[in-house]
């Protein structure tokens, strides 16, 4: 039960986004069990919004993709905005990104235009009132099921935060750049020899489109490597976020955080960890290119 004493506070969801959910640093432990980690697709974004708050790094933030949400808080409370520019407003009002902010009750979070990137986070000081579930509040679909329960943004739903104590306000001057067009720095895969090098020459001097069948599973993308020929049956096998599949019409999906734990399509590449938050600030119809890091 709620402890009554606590400084509650609710944000009531007028409108709830195209997808806005909580993610925090996902769920490891659990691979074995074909669950994935899970977790913030942009993981640098998500914890400067916890800096800005002076909260550690994985503490639960909400991921909001391309559409933002409109919410009303009907108690005062600290926030921060970061990651993709979805055109923030307060009460009507362009909203600062990058720096924390004091809301007042009664005041609204909107947003608008879509300047650059794909997903932005939004921060509380405080506690998300939702269950943990596996030790994580990052919202996830198991048998067609959300779960922990809560945490994905429903119209008139009313989510409360246990209030922290207000903090000095924190800025961050340099803010990432998020361009449609991207580079991904890749080491080779394990089925990388079944591939010719037509294949991977091509894999890394042309540009991808991403299309429009992404979500945080992974992307797939709209050309393919015109001569790839699938070889024999492969046993399924384990797959991480960043690891790029082939399928036998040699188009590519690049799997992200809640994608599967294992497959059956050769696994031509992988992201390089330093680049693995890239692809979540990209957009249907943006661009990107492959380098290969041997």
């Given amino acids: 039960m709620p402890d009554r004493k606590a400084n509650w506070i609710t944000m009531r969801i007028l409108k709830p986004g195209m997808l806005s959910l909580l993610q925090d640093a996902g769920r490891n432990g659990y691979q074995a069990f074909g669950l994935p980690i899970g977790g913030a697709l942009d993981r640098q974004a998500a914890q400067v919004a916890n800096w800005l708050l002076e909260q550690s790094p994985d503490h639960p933030v909400l991921e909001i993709t391309l559409l933002g949400p409109e919410i009303e808080f009907e108690g005062p409370i600290q ?89 000095e306000s924190r800025q961050v001057k340099k803010r990432p750049f998020y361009s449609a067009q991207a580079t991904l720095r890749l080491i080779p895969g394990p089925e990388f020899d079944r591939f010719s090098p037509a294949s991977i020459d091509y894999l890394t001097s042309h540009a991808f489109t991403l299309s ?34 082939v399928l036998p019409s040699g188009k590519l999906i690049v799997l992200l955080a809640d994608a599967q734990t294992t497959g059956g399509y050769p696994r031509l590449a992988n992201i390089q960890d330093r680049d693995l938050d890239v692809p979540a600030q990209l957009a249907p119809g943006d661009k990107v290119r492959f380098l290969l890091d041997n």
């Fill in 79 to 167: 926030i921060a905005l970061t990651g993709a520019d979805l055109s923030p407003q307060i009460n009507g009002q362009p909203a600062a990104m990058y720096r924390t902010l004091s809301i007042s009750a009664g005041d609204h979070l909107s947003f608008g235009t879509r300047v650059q990137g794909c997903r932005a986070y939004l921060g509380v000081r405080g506690d998300w009132d939702v269950p943990t579930w596996l030790g994580s509040q990052s919202a996830l679909r198991v048998g067609g099921q959300i779960w922990p329960s809560g945490s994905v943004l429903e119209r008139g739903q009313q989510l409360r935060i246990r209030g922290g104590t207000p903090i």
């Fill in 212 to 245: 429009p069948d992404c979500s945080r599973m992974g992307y797939r993308l709209e050309e393919g490597l015109p001569d790839y020929r699938p070889g024999g049956e492969l046993i399924s096998s384990g797959i991480v976020p960043g690891t790029i599949q």
